[in-house]
């Protein structure tokens, strides 16, 4: 059973100095909070890659390849999580002001990135046959 009161009561009008905003519900905000949390974890991965590769793998193409490779993977580690705080904080101001969800275009970059560094990856190690 449903507590509509509930509902309302979290529902209740917010100032935040911007205007009169209204809390969403609590699933969404937490929904919201989990991928946050997802993309921080696809950070953590990429940085943890980044060092990975530096440390663990050996010496291929030129010199100073491996460096280069985990120096991109770190700084797109932080680029996640920067834009990971940035679309948490877009979304949560549109659900209080009952806007459309801004899109975003992190899939998207993040696909690319990989997918660039994978053939350059791939184009270095038969080089280096």
Known sequence: MRDD???TRR?????????VDRE???R???????TFL???RTALALIAGG???????PTFGP???RHVLGSVLVVLGVAVTAGSYRRWRALQRAMRRDEDLPATKMPLLLGIGLGVIAVAVVVLLFLTR
């Open 5 to 7: 009161h509930h509902v």
């Open 11 to 19: 529902q209740e009008a917010v100032n935040t100095g911007t205007g």
């Open 24 to 26: 969403p519900d609590y």
């Open 28 to 34: 969404f905000t937490l929904a919201n909070e989990r």
């Open 38 to 40: 997802a993309w921080n």
């Open 51 to 57: 060092v990975a590769v530096v440390q663990l793998v």
């Open 63 to 65: 010199p100073g390849t």
